[in-house]
Structure formats: C-alpha cells, structure tokens
C-alpha cells in the first residue's frame, strides 16, 4: 500500500458520509458535505497524478481507483435524488413505501433565476439511469476489450463529462446549503442572495452539460470500439 493507494481508500470510506450528511436538515452538516466533496474530488486528481509522476502505479490501485469512482458517484446521487426528485416521480414514489415519505420542504431542486423569470431543474430518475447507466456500459466494454487485446482510453469529450460532473455534484452539495439557510432566513442580503442564484445557475447549467456529453461521449465510444461487441476474445 502506497500513498496514491491510501488516498483512494480515504475516498472509499468517505463516501458513506458524504451520502448521510447532506440529508441531515441542519446547513451546518450540508455544508460540510460540500467541503468534505471538494477534498474528495481533489484526492482523486492528486493520487491519480502522484501514481503516475512518481511511478507508483499498481495492480491494486488499478483495482480500486474505478471502484472509488463509481462509489462516489453513486454515493453522491443519492442525497441528490432524495433532496431534488419531483414529488411525481415514480421510483421516489416507490421508494417512499419502504423508507420514511419525503418532507415537502426538504424537496430542493435547483432554481434558476434571471430577473423576474424563475426556473427550477429537477433530479428524476432517468438522469441518474442515463448517468449510471453509461458507467455500467463503459466498464462493461474496456472488460471486454481488454480481453480482445484492445485498450479504450478516455476521449476528450468524457474528460470534459467528468469535469462538469463533479461540478454539478459540488454544485448540488453546495445548493443544498445555501437553500438550507435561505429556507430558514428570509432577509435581504445581497452577497447572499448572489451565492443562491450563482449556486442555481452553475448547478443547472453543469447538470445539462453533464448529461449531454454523457450520452455524446457513449455514442462516440460505441462507434469507435462497438467491434469489440462483434470479436472473438483471444
């Protein structure tokens, strides 16, 4: 066990906190769920970068670098779809008949403001099917091209993916406290009220940005490497 190996460990046993922080109803804990996101997502940059300048690159943190991704990821939607889904939505329904119903208050999607006009973007369940579903199919494919002799690197538009990703996934973290506390205090505060929209704004627009380059970067990789659905394994 190396230092790059111990910091994906971190992120691994971290995640569990990062999913029961934001659904405690008090800003203090969501805004440490946002901070505590942050050191998390610059850990998974750092060890990746210090593996590799420093020749610390092993089986195992090849083993657990994805898996620590896909943890986080799917940690990190759950607060997520808890705190923003649509009353309507089908599976928040269905979940509501084993778990405890969601308040009406804590329903925070995000809410674009521009002027007078007032927009909110949900979470429904088929973005985070889109988003999911896409890292189930990816792993799917790089095991079975690996097993034909052939490497899938990482495209440009799946980096970028990644990047308005975790940007969308900060933003929410952050939304989530600072919609906690305007909820709670409705006075006029200008440098706060900026915070809000800006916070909106940013998670809105990444959310969109994320989702499209999902499913573009998909479509993108299955043209390219979809042969390898059609070969034979070595």
Same mark, same amino acid.
């Given at each position: 066990?190396?230092?790059?190996n111990w @910091?994906?460990?971190? #992120?691994? $046993?971290? !995640?569990? +906190?990062?999913?029961w &922080?934001?659904?405690?109803? *008090?800003?203090?804990?969501?805004?440490?769920?946002?901070?505590?996101?942050?050191?998390?997502?610059?850990?998974?940059?750092?060890?990746?970068? @210090?593996?590799?300048? #420093?020749g $610390?690159? !092993?089986? +195992?943190?090849?083993? &657990?670098?994805?898996?620590? *991704?896909?943890?986080?990821?799917?940690?990190?939607?759950?607060?997520m779809?808890?705190?923003?889904?649509?009353?309507?939505?089908?599976?928040?329904?269905?979940?509501s #008949?084993?778990?405890?119903?969601?308040?009406?208050?804590?329903h925070?999607?995000?809410?674009?403001?521009?002027?007078?006009?007032?927009?909110?973007?949900?979470?429904?369940?088929?973005?985070?099917?889109?988003?999911?579903?896409r890292?189930?199919?990816?792993?799917?494919?790089?095991?079975?091209?690996?097993r034909?002799?052939?490497?899938?690197?990482?495209?440009?538009?799946?980096?970028?993916?990644?990047?308005?990703?975790?940007?969308?996934?900060?933003?929410?973290?952050?939304?989530?406290?600072v919609?906690?506390?305007d909820?709670?205090?409705?006075?006029?505060r200008?440098?706060?009220?900026?915070l809000?929209?800006?916070?909106?704004?940013?998670?809105?627009?990444?959310?969109i940005a994320?989702?499209?380059?999902?499913?573009?970067?998909?479509?993108?990789?299955?043209?390219?490497?979809?042969?390898?659905?059609?070969?034979?394994?070595?």
């Open positions: 066990m190396n230092l790059p @910091l994906t460990v971190g #992120r691994i $046993l971290f !995640t569990p +906190l990062l999913v &922080l934001p659904l405690q109803p *008090d800003p203090g804990y969501r805004f440490a769920a946002f901070v505590l996101f942050v050191l998390v997502a610059v850990t998974d940059y750092y060890d990746g970068m @210090l593996a590799r300048t #420093r $610390l690159v !092993t089986d +195992l943190g090849k083993m &657990l670098d994805p898996l620590a *991704d896909k943890l986080l990821l799917v940690g990190s939607f759950v607060p779809f808890y705190l923003m889904a649509p009353a309507s939505d089908l599976l928040l329904r269905t979940l #008949r084993y778990i405890a119903p969601r308040p009406v208050m804590a925070l999607p995000f809410v674009i403001s521009f002027g007078d006009s007032t927009w909110t973007l949900p979470f429904p369940w088929w973005v985070a099917f889109i988003v999911l579903g890292e189930l199919a990816m792993t799917v494919m790089r095991q079975m091209a690996a034909r002799g052939v490497v899938i690197a990482a495209i440009g538009p799946a980096k970028l993916k990644t990047i308005f990703q975790l940007i969308w996934i900060g933003a929410a973290f952050f939304w989530f406290f919609a906690t506390v909820a709670a205090d409705t006075r006029d200008f440098g706060w009220d900026f809000t929209v800006f916070a909106g704004v940013v998670g809105a627009f990444s959310m994320s989702v499209t380059l999902t499913v573009y970067s998909m479509a993108v990789y299955l043209l390219r490497f979809g042969h390898v659905f059609t070969t034979k394994a070595r």
